[in-house]
DNA sequence: CGGGGGTTTGAGTCCGTTCAAAATACGTGG
DNA sequence: CCACGTATTTTGAACGGACTCAAACCCCCG
């Protein structure tokens, strides 16, 4: 448990949030100008090399970050040392906000999966901009319900599913973010993370994930070579995840 | 899929949530009378019987529902007629403020796993309360928090815990709310649920779940006849269901 | 080039599932 | 209030997907 204070774990990197490319997607789209200048002005910003951990769980929580590049994830541990990977947050996508708005420290962990730039905004801004922004509250309630929505249907997903259809759901979960076509149509996705993460993400263990990918590729939906995928049938694939689909 | 507007589907028991015995228990507790007499007029209280669905996954969301007595359950299946389980809501407790604020349909049912009695708060008066008290916002907020934390720890639990440790678990839980002192000093509950729905709650089936309890029984943890559990080792069964406290 | 971590493969085991049948609890009507 | 029929729960036996342990493999980086 890291006892530093977060704002002096952030560098002075300071790209005012109105450039930010990422803003669209996130909830600070509700704000003014204004605001948004507050925002930008009370932030910091820093990185972290592949593999440093961004908050621990059980820190307290003083503010919330947002992810300007890279891959992040977010990782809950019990007292026996069991782990699951809950989700990854990509660019423009917020860590944090639940503990946050239960009051409580962190529930789990954030790391980087890959090199990753993130800004920190404190708390009390926060509190500022959403007592002067009901909406911005809705917007928060509106991106947490819809994480609490995530969530259940991964309880459902892994109970009633096998582990090579949840990788079948993973990989086309990155698609449309890491996803480039190919000259012959086909589609590549570069998987922003190791075998042994995407198993804690699936709730199994790489053995298991090296066996699923095995049996991908035999019945030929897919190629892979190291962190490469070829998606060669889309639509099997898509067929096989369909229950975490809806 | 029902297609009833629910204002139809409640008749019109109307107790005032102030005398609402609940009321300390939820969200409503931030709002002042006048606010809570116009919560009051609003809502519309209906009965359910064992086994009936309050509301299905896929129906609009209009409203939340507010249960006053009786246990509920949310249960969320896929198209391959997979379910869970999700949680239970015991007296006090809300359901359906996920898929409210996050404006979708209903993404699971919830149906009366005894007799239930539950109000029904439309969700137009519930934008007007929340417009004119933006703590109520901030409450819900930090509410459905709470629920992703509790997801989260499903999450982490159903995939490192065996299914005797989510059992022990799960009795520890209703300790609570269900538990009643007997003369030996022990301590009873009783199950307001079927094996079956316990299963889906566990996440697994029936079968484990009688084998569970056996196995809890042999080991002289606890008692069972039918619905009631004597808790005979409450150490032991919280050592042994230690990594979902936390 | 020689580590060394990450990945794959193999073999054996286990927990939970499935299928099936027996036992028990329960509601309902006589 | 009891008897019957049905639903739930328990038990048994066989199977199977995922796990564990362990060794081989393969990159990737220094």
Redesign the interface.
Same mark, same amino acid.
């Given at each position: 448990m890291s006892t530093l204070d977060p704002k002096l774990k952030f560098g002075m990197l300071s790209l005012s949030c109105l450039d930010c490319p990422m803003m669209p997607l996130s909830e600070w789209h509700v704000l003014d100008d204004a605001d948004r200048e507050t925002l930008a002005e009370a932030k910091s910003t820093r990185s972290f090399a592949k593999g440093e951990v961004i908050f621990f769980q059980g820190d307290p929580c003083d503010g919330i970050y947002c992810v300007k590049s890279g891959t992040a994830g977010v990782r809950?541990t019990?007292?026996?040392g069991?782990?699951?990977l $809950?989700y990854l947050v990509h660019p423009g996508e917020t860590m944090g906000?639940?503990?946050f708005? /239960?009051? +409580?420290e962190f529930?789990?962990s954030a790391e980087a999966l890959e090199p990753v730039s993130v800004c920190f905004i404190p708390g009390g801004v926060l509190k500022k901009l959403?007592?002067r922004n009901?909406q911005l509250?809705?917007a928060? $309630?509106?991106h947490?319900?819809?994480?609490?929505?995530d969530?259940?249907?991964?309880?459902? /997903?892994? +109970?009633?599913?096998p582990v090579r259809a949840r990788m079948a759901h993973f990989i086309l979960s990155l698609k449309d973010r890491y996803g480039e076509e190919n000259k012959d149509g086909t589609l590549s996705v570069r998987l922003p993370l190791t075998r042994h993460d995407i198993a804690d993400l699936l709730?199994?263990r790489p053995e298991t994930v090296a066996r699923a990918i095995a049996s991908l590729t035999k019945d030929g939906l897919a190629r892979f070579s190291g962190r490469q995928v070829v998606i060669l049938k889309p639509d099997s694939l898509q067929e096989e995840s369909?229950?975490?689909t809806?």
């Open positions: 809950k019990d007292e026996k069991n782990a699951v $809950l906000m639940r503990s708005f /239960a009051g +409580t529930q789990a959403s007592a009901p509250d809705l928060f $309630l509106k947490i319900s819809r994480e609490l929505g969530a259940h249907k991964t309880i459902l /997903a892994n +109970t009633s599913l709730a199994t369909e229950a975490l809806e």
